[in-house]
């Protein structure tokens, strides 16, 4: 389990790879991070999902909040709402928008995003290869049923971040996905893994969008190695965040089970479910996919370096079949 | 004199206006400001002399430094820095960068500079109709015989902030002036102005520049109205900055008089120089500048509006005649 390829969102993502770098100190990690929650803000490009991952693991993360960076102050954001000028709210801190303005101002020259962020990672240092899904343009729009303006899309960062997912979401579309492409790097890892690691992020907008790039779920399928998930359902509740809004937009319920059922025993080869979802084990397994129940709740380092040991010895298992 | 045009370049001008809209409450005052000072840093477009007279006369600029604004801080700054990005020698502080995101936006959206200044002055509210010379993009580049690189051209902010002006200037030129077109609304003002002042802004980097826009000298020469300057030469020395250094490229002695006759009696109709020039007023007065020696130094508001109202009166004797 030399080479290993996670397929990351943002917060649970980067906290759960933090725990793989301690469990496998040796191994060669592979990101591939999704990008459908980008979006342009104040004329610059916001990689929401990538810099997290990129603070947590290079020390910069702002660490109760999840996302942004330690020690922020937000005097630019300030001003841009003195001129009138927003969204206000979509949180930017003075130190954040330094990224935003390096990305902006190499994409501008031409680099394209999986370059900029070799380019960023250079100075955060990770300790894993980041690869942005794609290097075309992907945006997750939500289809939402709103009270005042009837049935409209919007950015997910606007469903996510400004109505807090608290209207309806009809569907979830990852638009430019059909035409997208993997960026460089991605399927080459894909194929040279030992393992494929699901964390526990959002199935639907961050795995299900990275998934939803042509070529990379069936990269995945043909690799012929152990594809693992984490569930990010806890007792029928998200562990973090609102997955369970959108789960309902893909007609899946909020369960560890129907998590698992849904990635499909296509995909996935083995599913690891917190202790509190014991009972839901055999109901995954009867659909052809291991499943074990261990501690999933990413309370620090360690706990979550064992949720990650955890996945690599059910890979293993699955791997001696 | 209710009509007033001042050619502005970045402190100097910024507070000389200050004092004139204390001297000249009532007055429709317009001010045409300098942008071959502009410069992209970061990708972003950075404006410091409109800045400076948009700060100076909203209440935001940094009073002791004469630019940037007021509590200002530099986490993006150093973010950039801790990135490799620079140049670090341009002093971009956090609130100052929102100005030039904001910009930067409105531009890359397709507005011309002269509209983002107007939207920019809806905040600052800065009592005057502030322009930009040109909507087209004029950038001074000064010639310098450096010591390691040889005889090159480089940025006017490079030579003037980063090297200090340290190094020989052999030549000022404002790259793209002669392709460039004055900005809406320039040349209306000028033709209904009663009055044009030069304000104590270098000659050579800032009124020169606008002057290098064509239609701009021809419009104030046919205006028929007094064009009136003050000396940012006192007892042989700039009052502020190092316009000495720039007036050596151009062949023009850094005295009050020397100034006065580099603009010439076929555009200047009357000149202040301080009381300590008070020698060199008879010799202005030899080459057909209606001149007289009062206090030139912006030392307090107050001593700024008794200038302009110095100039004013005098505009008013040329007028008379």
């Known amino acids: ?77 300030e001003e841009l709402a003195a001129y009138g000028v927003g969204p206000e709210w979509f949180g930017l801190g003075d130190r954040d928008f330094a990224t935003h303005i390096v990305r902006t101002q190499m994409m501008g020259a031409g680099y394209p995003l999986s370059a900029v962020t070799e380019a960023l990672c250079q100075r955060w240092n990770p300790g894993v290869r980041l690869l942005p899904m794609t290097d075309d343009r992907v945006e997750t729009h939500v289809l939402v049923d709103d009270e005042r303006e009837g049935r ?85 509740a998200p562990v973090r965040g609102m997955a369970d809004k959108v789960l309902a937009a893909v007609g899946v319920e909020a369960t560890a089970s129907a998590v698992a059922l849904h990635y499909g025993s296509g995909l996935l080869d083995a599913w690891l479910v917190d202790t509190v979802d014991a009972a839901s084990v055999a109901g995954v397994e009867a659909a052809g996919i291991r499943c074990r129940a261990v501690p999933l709740l990413m309370k620090d380092t360690e706990a979550t370096a064992e949720m990650a040991r955890a996945a690599l010895t059910i890979a293993t298992e699955v791997d001696d079949v």
Not at 178 to 199: H, M, N, R, T, Y
Request: hydrophobic letters at 45%; one cysteine or more; proline letters at 7%.
């Open 1 to 77: 389990m030399r080479r290993i390829v996670v397929l990351s969102g943002g917060i649970g993502g980067a906290r759960f790879l933090r725990g793989l770098l301690r469990a496998a100190p040796e191994a060669e990690v592979t990101v591939i991070g999704n990008t459908g929650d980008d979006i342009h803000l104040f004329g610059l490009k916001v990689c929401p999902d990538l810099d997290t991952v990129m603070y947590t693991l290079g020390g910069g993360i702002h660490e109760e909040q999840g996302w942004g960076r330690a020690d922020e102050s937000f005097s630019v954001k």
């Open 152 to 236: 409209r899309a919007v950015h997910f960062q606007e469903y996510w971040v400004r109505m807090r997912a608290g209207v309806p979401a009809r569907a979830v579309v990852p638009v430019g996905a059909d035409q997208s492409k993997p960026a460089p790097g991605v399927l080459e890892a894909i194929a040279e893994a030992d393992v494929v690691i699901f964390p526990p992020s959002n199935p639907v907008v961050s795995v299900g969008t990275i998934l939803a790039v042509p070529g990379i779920r069936e990269a995945i399928a043909d690799a012929g190695v152990p594809v693992v998930g984490l569930s990010p359902i806890v007792g029928d």
